[in-house]
Each structure stands twice: as structure tokens, then as C-alpha cells.
């Protein structure tokens, strides 16, 4: 049973600290208090933590002092902070010193929980990557990334030569080639890494909220705007916004944006104050905006803005030899996670791996291992452990005009669509050989020639 999660909890009132206290000890964690700043320090310097929650206003040290001592002692240690719902700047202040993130009182238990779930979740992961990536003994060592090959390498080479700048980025590719961990690994590495690093994702969120989410807005803009609130670009000042799938972004927005980029000064909605701010942007996306310009979707001036540095990472399909070391490193993650025994792959596994499309990239590949994992019944991953998307991928080789996915034989095809009756038929021959068309005769030396091996006795 893998340790619980120890978390430091300042907090001067000594009824809700109680209250957080107990309920943080149901949800699983192991729980330690302090009524004040002088204590938890003296707490933090004595024992490790993975998580602290702090009030914003203490007696003595305030919640902001104590949060930028609190990141000397250990840097990479997530704290989030709780701040009265009408002191907002408040938590502006917080995040712009290092906060991981902020709850605005009255706030929900369950509220709460799920932002520290959250920033536990991104610990580990960063911690699991920092490990693996010694491990690998990589020349670029980028948190999160996983790069051998030297389409990746070059990726990172011109990442590396960029962070130090404040310039203004686009990376491109496909969905789920890990655009978000190039624009993190490019903020860890800048002259604004001790700054917030702050992610918009344009297409979550509707197009009537896009422009509020990005600017602010203040009391009374809107109906339900019962207090100002400040937007992402205040959030993000001296430090980096990463803003993704920029083209979808509206027109309108488009405009404002445009002028964030040029002027460093906005407005937020409802509000006639002009705010300035010093952000880096990193966009983003999956499109091609030069097809966008010539469609009259996007603001030519904001392409040639954004685009001072391109950045376009390959599919994984073009990486491939990427893939044995993204395994070894997505098994041992879910390995952990689900407390099972450490995985292995079964060079027949890999080869099925190492054959695919992967339509979906690196994210695919991801949830294919976790499948795998989840499924599988012993410490090795066999074949019949992974499931592929076999519809996916033979979509994405139509829409490219070709009559197989680039990079794959027949012979190829065929034991994937083979592969892919047998789990639809649960492992029985006779139902998976009607799905084919073929004969079960025709379809037991079809396996043989694969090497898939016929036990005696097959449950019919």
C-alpha cells in the first residue's frame, strides 16, 4: 500500500482548522496543523510535506511571507493558498509568488479536495519524470519529456535555445503530441520560472466565457458578476501563458489579444481601468493557421505576431524509436499507481507497439498502457493485453489517401485486423474467424505464421 500523502495545513482559526483537518484525514491523507506561519516553517524544516495548504491571513508572518519561505526550503513543493472571495488580488499575489493554486472563502470541502488532488497529481508526475529522466541519462533533460530520437532531440535544441528569451512562441502538431509539455519545459527553463506558469485550453470553454477567462471582468459586467475576478493574463504576470488551440479563438478576441501582444495592457470586461502586464505567451495548436489566413478565419497581423518562434513537433509515427522508452516509462507510472507488481513488455508486445499508426500520438499510446496495465493478469504485457483502435487508425490512412496508414505493410494490416477479432470474440477462434470471413482452419494458420500460440484445449 503505497504511503499516504502528508500535508501541512496552516491555519490561525482554530474551528476550521479542526473541520480541514478531519476531513482531509476521511479523504486518505495524513494531516499536520499550525496556527501560524512561525510553526509550519519550523515544521517544513524538520520533516518533508507533499502539499501545503495555507491561509493567506495569519497572525504574526503573513500567508504571503510564509509561502515564499516556504518554496526556499523546498522549491518544487505545492502550496495552495485560501483567501477571503473578497480579496482576489489577493490570490494574484499568491499565484505571482509561486502558488500551485487558490480556493476563495466560503469555499467547499469537496472544492478543496479537488484542488489538492489535482496538484498531488502533477507532484508526482513531475517527480516520476525527473526520476525517469536520470534514468535515461537524455543530453536535453526536459521535465516530462521523453526524447531519444533526434527528430525529438532537435525539438528540444530549439526549445533550449529559445527559453531564455521572452519571445513569443507557436508550437504546432498533432493532438496528443505533447504541445503543453514543450510550453512547461520551455517556462522551467526561462527567466520566468519562479513566476506562475498558467494554461488556457480555448476549446473548453464556451465562446460567450472565452473572452472573461482571458481578461477579467468586474462586478456588475454581466448577470451573476457579483464581484470582480481577475482573468488568466493577471494570473500569468511575470510568468508564461500557454494558450491553447489558438485557432479557434473568435474574431473579436483576436483583436484584444492582438493588443495584449503589442501594448501589454488590456482591460477587463466591464471594467474601464487599463491593466498592464508582463506575460510571455506560448500558443498553440493543431491546425494550420496559414490555411486559417487564406480562409479569413484568422488575423493575419496576430500570425505573424505569434509566430516570432514556430516550434512544430512530429507525430510519433515519425519518432517511433521513441516508444520503447515512453512504454517503460507510462508502465512503471500505472504500475505504481494501480499497486500492482512492476510491469514488463514482451518483445511481442513492443513489436505490435512499434508497428501501429498511432493516430492519437503519445496520448494514445498512454491510455493503450494503461489499458494494458489495468487488464493485464501477470507482471509481463502480452499482446493479447494490448487493444489498438484499429478504426482510428485506418481512418486517419484514408483521409491521407493512402490505401494503408504510412509506415505499415499488409502483412502488418492483417495481423492487427486479426488481433483485433480475437479480443472483439473474447479469445474464441470460431467466432473471430466469421468476423474475418475466413475459415477457423484458415484463420489457426494465419495465427501459427504470426506466432500466436493454438493451446490443445480452445474455449469455444
Given at each position: 500500500m503505497p504511503d499516504k500523502p502528508a500535508i501541512l495545513l496552516v491555519e490561525d482559526e482554530p474551528k476550521m482548522r479542526r473541520l480541514l483537518e478531519l476531513?482531509?484525514?476521511?479523504?486518505?491523507?495524513?494531516?499536520?496543523?499550525?496556527?501560524?506561519?512561525?510553526?509550519?516553517?519550523?515544521?517544513?524544516?524538520?520533516?518533508?510535506?507533499?502539499?501545503?495548504?495555507?491561509?493567506?491571513?495569519?497572525?504574526?508572518?503573513?500567508?504571503?511571507?510564509?509561502?515564499?519561505?516556504?518554496?526556499?526550503?523546498?522549491?518544487?513543493?505545492?502550496?495552495?493558498?485560501?483567501?477571503?472571495?473578497?480579496?482576489?488580488?489577493?490570490?494574484?499575489?499568491?499565484m505571482k509568488a509561486g502558488a500551485s493554486d487558490y480556493v476563495l472563502k466560503p469555499f467547499s470541502l469537496a472544492e478543496l479536495i479537488l484542488v489538492i488532488r489535482k496538484e498531488l497529481d502533477s507532484k508526482h508526475l513531475r517527480d516520476e519524470n525527473r526520476s525517469l529522466r536520470e534514468a535515461l541519462g537524455l543530453k536535453y533533460k526536459y521535465d516530462n519529456i521523453i526524447a531519444q530520437s533526434e527528430k525529438m532531440q532537435a525539438v528540444l535544441r530549439l526549445a533550449e535555445r529559445v527559453a531564455p528569451t521572452n519571445a513569443t512562441l507557436l508550437i504546432g502538431g498533432e493532438s496528443g503530441v505533447g504541445k503543453d509539455l514543450i510550453a512547461r519545459a520551455i517556462h522551467h527553463h526561462s527567466q520566468r520560472a519562479s513566476g506562475p506558469f498558467i494554461k488556457i485550453n480555448s476549446t473548453a470553454i464556451p465562446e460567450t466565457l472565452l473572452e472573461s477567462e482571458l481578461f477579467g471582468y468586474e462586478k456588475g459586467a454581466f448577470s451573476g458578476a457579483t464581484a470582480s475576478k481577475p482573468g488568466k493574463f493577471e494570473l500569468a504576470d511575470k510568468g508564461t501563458l500557454f494558450l491553447d488551440e489558438i485557432g479557434d479563438i473568435p474574431a473579436a478576441i483576436q483583436v484584444k489579444l492582438l493588443r495584449v501582444l503589442q501594448e501589454r495592457e488590456f482591460e477587463r470586461l466591464g471594467g474601464t481601468k487599463t491593466l498592464k502586464v508582463d506575460v510571455r505567451l506560448i500558443a498553440a495548436t493543431n491546425r494550420d493557421l496559414r490555411a486559417a489566413l487564406e480562409e479569413g478565419t484568422f488575423r493575419e497581423d496576430l500570425y505573424y505576431r505569434l509566430n516570432v518562434v514556430a516550434i512544430d513537433i512530429p507525430p510519433l509515427r515519425e519518432h517511433k524509436e521513441d516508444i520503447p522508452g515512453l512504454?517503460?516509462?507510462?508502465?512503471?507510472?500505472?504500475?505504481?499507481?494501480?499497486?500492482?507488481?512492476?510491469?514488463?513488455?514482451?518483445?511481442?508486445?513492443?513489436?505490435?507497439?512499434?508497428?501501429?499508426?498511432?493516430?492519437?500520438?503519445?496520448?494514445?499510446?498512454?491510455?493503450?498502457?494503461?489499458?494494458?496495465?489495468?487488464?493485464?493478469?501477470?507482471?509481463?504485457?502480452?499482446?493479447?493485453?494490448?487493444?489498438?483502435?484499429?478504426?482510428?487508425a485506418k481512418a486517419t490512412g484514408a483521409a491521407a489517401n493512402h490505401f494503408l496508414p504510412p509506415g505499415m505493410t499488409l502483412d502488418q494490416w492483417e495481423e492487427e485486423a486479426i488481433r483485433e477479432a480475437l479480443r472483439r470474440a473474447d479469445g474464441n477462434k470460431s467466432q473471430a474467424a466469421r468476423l474475418l470471413g475466413l475459415s477457423r482452419n484458415a484463420l489457426r494458420y494465419r495465427l501459427s505464421q504470426m506466432g500466436v500460440p493454438d493451446p490443445e484445449k480452445d474455449s469455444e
Amino acid at each position: 500500500m503505497p504511503d499516504k500523502p502528508a500535508i501541512l495545513l496552516v491555519e490561525d482559526e482554530p474551528k476550521m482548522r479542526r473541520l480541514l483537518e478531519l476531513q482531509l484525514a476521511d479523504e486518505g491523507f495524513v494531516a499536520q496543523t499550525a496556527p501560524d506561519a512561525e510553526l509550519g516553517l519550523q515544521m517544513l524544516s524538520k520533516q518533508p510535506y507533499d502539499l501545503v495548504v495555507t491561509d493567506f491571513k495569519l497572525p504574526g508572518m503573513s500567508g504571503l511571507d510564509f509561502l515564499q519561505a516556504a518554496k526556499r526550503i523546498d522549491a518544487n513543493l505545492p502550496v495552495i493558498v485560501m483567501t477571503a472571495y473578497g480579496t482576489v488580488e489577493s490570490a494574484v499575489e499568491a499565484m505571482k509568488a509561486g502558488a500551485s493554486d487558490y480556493v476563495l472563502k466560503p469555499f467547499s470541502l469537496a472544492e478543496l479536495i479537488l484542488v489538492i488532488r489535482k496538484e498531488l497529481d502533477s507532484k508526482h508526475l513531475r517527480d516520476e519524470n525527473r526520476s525517469l529522466r536520470e534514468a535515461l541519462g537524455l543530453k536535453y533533460k526536459y521535465d516530462n519529456i521523453i526524447a531519444q530520437s533526434e527528430k525529438m532531440q532537435a525539438v528540444l535544441r530549439l526549445a533550449e535555445r529559445v527559453a531564455p528569451t521572452n519571445a513569443t512562441l507557436l508550437i504546432g502538431g498533432e493532438s496528443g503530441v505533447g504541445k503543453d509539455l514543450i510550453a512547461r519545459a520551455i517556462h522551467h527553463h526561462s527567466q520566468r520560472a519562479s513566476g506562475p506558469f498558467i494554461k488556457i485550453n480555448s476549446t473548453a470553454i464556451p465562446e460567450t466565457l472565452l473572452e472573461s477567462e482571458l481578461f477579467g471582468y468586474e462586478k456588475g459586467a454581466f448577470s451573476g458578476a457579483t464581484a470582480s475576478k481577475p482573468g488568466k493574463f493577471e494570473l500569468a504576470d511575470k510568468g508564461t501563458l500557454f494558450l491553447d488551440e489558438i485557432g479557434d479563438i473568435p474574431a473579436a478576441i483576436q483583436v484584444k489579444l492582438l493588443r495584449v501582444l503589442q501594448e501589454r495592457e488590456f482591460e477587463r470586461l466591464g471594467g474601464t481601468k487599463t491593466l498592464k502586464v508582463d506575460v510571455r505567451l506560448i500558443a498553440a495548436t493543431n491546425r494550420d493557421l496559414r490555411a486559417a489566413l487564406e480562409e479569413g478565419t484568422f488575423r493575419e497581423d496576430l500570425y505573424y505576431r505569434l509566430n516570432v518562434v514556430a516550434i512544430d513537433i512530429p507525430p510519433l509515427r515519425e519518432h517511433k524509436e521513441d516508444i520503447p522508452g515512453l512504454v517503460d516509462f507510462f508502465l512503471e507510472k500505472y504500475a505504481r499507481e494501480m499497486n500492482k507488481p512492476a510491469a514488463k513488455i514482451s518483445p511481442q508486445a513492443l513489436k505490435l507497439l512499434m508497428e501501429f499508426h498511432w493516430p492519437g500520438n503519445i496520448r494514445e499510446l498512454e491510455n493503450v498502457i494503461q489499458r494494458a496495465v489495468t487488464l493485464s493478469e501477470g507482471p509481463v504485457i502480452e499482446p493479447s493485453d494490448i487493444q489498438l483502435d484499429i478504426a482510428a487508425a485506418k481512418a486517419t490512412g484514408a483521409a491521407a489517401n493512402h490505401f494503408l496508414p504510412p509506415g505499415m505493410t499488409l502483412d502488418q494490416w492483417e495481423e492487427e485486423a486479426i488481433r483485433e477479432a480475437l479480443r472483439r470474440a473474447d479469445g474464441n477462434k470460431s467466432q473471430a474467424a466469421r468476423l474475418l470471413g475466413l475459415s477457423r482452419n484458415a484463420l489457426r494458420y494465419r495465427l501459427s505464421q504470426m506466432g500466436v500460440p493454438d493451446p490443445e484445449k480452445d474455449s469455444e
